[in-house]
């Protein structure tokens, strides 16, 4: 029996985009990246839409990057998940860290934090201040040293209390922090695999932190370089990149698997995208994505 038919219920991927505008071409990289890894491996794909941070979202986005997804022959398995449905799951995680006497309320300026080159000093630690609005709440580390292997980029280490400081789990708006609301998450959805763009492989060690003091699995991590224009910049909304295009759906996924190491046969040229992912899964190596941070486009 061909193995790729095989349901491997021991791998569960995820893709998770913010609904900040349509799908680009760097993040239809990282979707067809943890897509691949996911089908090659016989395992479920999931699409959960992170949607935390109302202020910075674009209406309309998460349905169109749904639609992006579909036309490009990525199909998830099960429900989408969205974030604005999770506040009671993050508020009862950050409770259980309150609970401990391991977070600290903060009224330090984004200012002054930049001005640390954003690794947090400590300064509020010990200040005692009550919960009030307006106030963040942060986690206090303890000077330890993360390690872990990725599956692209190899060998790993973060000194937290160097490199980062104590973090914030809640920001001063009141919004949950990224870091807070991706550990409960991909525990809820009880992901196994996860392969994301180089830019969050420096924010792992802070997630397997808060998994090792929440008693939470720690997931396999992969991370592959960020997609950059031609002055350095990461594809994204703020750098003007390009909405996808789906009338160029094949060309685009033709690129999108020589950025990934692969290189498909000249008969796939201007096949359906159904045809294109579904032979990338069959040639996926995962070894073979480039070791970098970035690469231009
Ligand atoms: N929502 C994040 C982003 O769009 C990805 C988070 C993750 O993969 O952990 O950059």
Known sequence: MDQRSVINHRYVGRFAPSPTGP?????LVTALASYLDARANGGKWLVRVEDLDPPREVTGSSALILEQLR?????WDGDVLYQSTRLGAYESTLEQLEHRKICFHCDCSRQRVSGLQGIYDGRCRNRGLNSAPGLASRLK???????FTDGIQGDYAQNLEHEVGD??????????????????DDA???ITHIVRGYDLLSSTPRQIYLQQLLGLPTPSYAHIPIIVNALGQKLSKQHFAEPIDLKNASSLLISALQFLGMTPPPSLIGAAPVSLVTWGAEHWDIQRVPKLAKMTR
């Open 167 to 184: 973090f914030i789990l809640r920001r001063k708006d009141g919004l949950f922090a990224y870091q807070l609301a991706v550990v409960a």
């Open 71 to 75: 036309a490009l022959g990525m199909d």
């Open 188 to 190: 809820e959805q009880e």
């Open 141 to 147: 580390i303890r000077p330890e040293t993360i390690r």
């Open 23 to 27: 799908l680009h071409f760097g993040s």
